[in-house]
């Protein structure tokens, strides 16, 4: 029996990135990678150099009748500061990340580094609903208004705001120059702070920011994303495309039974068992198709030879989830273990991920199995509220940033209305697909293009493998923040 892909829910919790397709027709989009995959490295020996601290925050920054507050999450690093000379301070924007401890030493590396350079005190934001930044002890799913309900972006955007200008008085730090920075999602909320509190903040750096990932916004496909994962796939393994859709038909016409004894997985047959594996599967796809840089470094080539090296077609997924996914294989037995797939989809990090998804975080993604390896799916939006009206019974609001932030007109209002916001970008990423473009959008917002570079890639810790062309672009950056910072 054949089944549609859109019968299928996905889910990709672990892996660097999501989607859901839902059986009502439903469909979210994808989770913006939070980490550069297998990067995440244990602090140097003698301990991490920040300081974990607690930020009393407002509960709800725009309804006085809703009192309350909560303990929010920061990282601080002092100990390069040049206190009193006017020295900048340099706020990582956290996203859905979660655990903002991870991203210190090596994800955002270089960022580190150059703000240690410039003496900088050393910021890192955890967002609310995230990490350990929860509202509620309890009940921070709880799809209320007064409970999820105040996990936005304008939220989110005022407890920064908030902190920011608690630093300044704790450091006496007024003649400072703010940096917000971060990449994905952290990057388009370094952005939004320039944009909406440019009183605090001096100027962003924004790397892989799919700042115009929305559905009704000129130039915007929905296919270019998952056309992009292709294309890694064709050029570091030629003909792979060809072998990822064969899988794709094998595993849609696969009884239980049959799946179960091909995957080993460790539940009892059911009849949705496909659709979890090819979920598990699909992520790691979607993994590789992201994280490419360096080339020489890719898993794309090992894992399309073991795909191809498959006895049957039904087989290749099995050999992609072995060395993919190796987080939801049993040790001892072996069997892939689908239970703990699901499972993570119900962290509060996942929740907290949805929710901004279901709402103000839009991204429109789909594919055809034409320009791209994927089954087909047609992204929507009552597609998607499909999936987040019970799930939270909220509509989304796919115009709602766009119009309070002018990205509908992004050449005609905000490339004329804002400064010093700095774009990067790697040709290979997905994400670059949903960006403000590969050129200037004024002088004062420049665009770094990185022709080999993956999503964040720029961000990472300086690596004896980076490639010249990756060197190059920090140069720039740098350049442009030196230039900015001394201005």
């Not at 989607?19 to 995440?40: E, F, I, K, M, Y």
């Not at 993570?344 to 996942?350: E, K, L, N, S, V």
């Not at 961000?459 to 030196?482: G, H, P």
Request: net charge negative; aromatic share 10%.
């Amino acid at each position: 029996h054949t089944r549609s892909a859109m019968t299928s829910a996905v889910y990709v919790v672990g892996l660097v990135v999501g989607l859901v397709v839902c059986a009502a027709g439903g469909n979210l989009p994808h989770r913006p990678p939070h980490s550069l995959r297998n990067r995440d490295r244990a602090e140097p020996q003698g301990g991490p150099e920040y300081e974990i601290r607690k930020f009393t925050q407002t509960l709800d920054h725009f309804n006085s009748e809703n009192i309350g507050d909560f303990d929010q999450r920061l990282l601080v690093t002092d100990k390069y500061y040049r206190k009193g000379t006017g020295a900048p301070i340099f706020v990582f924007t956290g996203a859905e990340g979660g655990d903002v401890t991870k991203y210190y030493s090596y994800a955002y590396g270089h960022a580190v580094a150059y703000a240690q350079r410039k003496g900088g005190l050393i910021v890192f934001l955890e967002h609310r609903f995230f990490g350990k930044s929860l509202p509620f002890a309890t009940g921070s799913d709880d799809p209320k208004p007064d409970k999820i309900g105040l996990l936005s972006v304008e939220q989110a955007l005022a407890d920064y705001a908030t902190i920011i200008y608690s630093l300044r008085e704790e450091y006496g730090a007024w003649d400072a120059k703010v940096v917000t920075f971060g990449g994905s999602l952290a990057g388009t909320l370094a952005a939004l702070m320039r944009v909406r509190y440019p009183n605090l903040v001096d100027m962003a750096w924004a790397s892989s920011s799919p700042l115009l990932g929305y559905p009704n916004i000129e130039g915007i496909s929905q296919l270019s994303w998952h056309k992009q994962v292709t294309d890694n796939f064709e050029e570091l393994s030629p003909g792979c495309p060809a072998v990822v859709r064969r899988a794709f038909a094998a595993i849609q016409n696969a009884m239980p039974e049959l799946v179960r004894s091909k995957y080993n997985v460790c539940e009892a047959p059911y009849d949705e068992m496909w659709s979890d594996v090819q979920a598990v599967a699909w992520g790691v796809l979607e993994g590789d198709g992201v994280f490419t840089y360096p080339p020489a470094n890719s898993p794309i080539a090992g894992h399309c030879t073991a795909m191809r090296k498959a006895a049957t077609d039904l087989d290749m997924f099995n050999s992609l989830i072995r060395l993919g996914a190796v987080q939801y294989i049993e040790p001892r037995s072996g069997c892939l273990n689908l239970t703990a797939y699901k499972a993570g989809g119900d962290t509060p990090d996942a929740i907290g991920w949805d929710y901004l998804a279901c709402t103000e975080i839009v991204h429109p993604i789909g594919a055809n199995n034409i320009t791209d390896m994927f089954p087909p799916f047609t992204w929507s939006v009552a597609g998607t509220e499909g999936f987040c009206m019970p799930k939270f019974q909220v509509a989304l609001r796919p115009d709602w940033l766009p119009q309070q932030f002018g990205l509908h007109h992004i050449h005609d209002r905000f490339a004329k209305t804002q400064t010093k916001i700095l774009f990067a970008y790697g040709m290979k990423d997905p994400w670059h697909t949903l960006g403000v473009g590969l050129l200037n959008l004024s002088a004062e917002l420049p665009v770094v293009v990185i022709p080999d570079g993956s999503h964040c890639a720029d961000m990472a810790a300086a690596e004896s493998y980076d490639t010249k062309t990756m060197l190059v672009a920090r140069a720039q950056e740098e350049a442009i923040l030196d230039q900015w910072l001394t201005k």
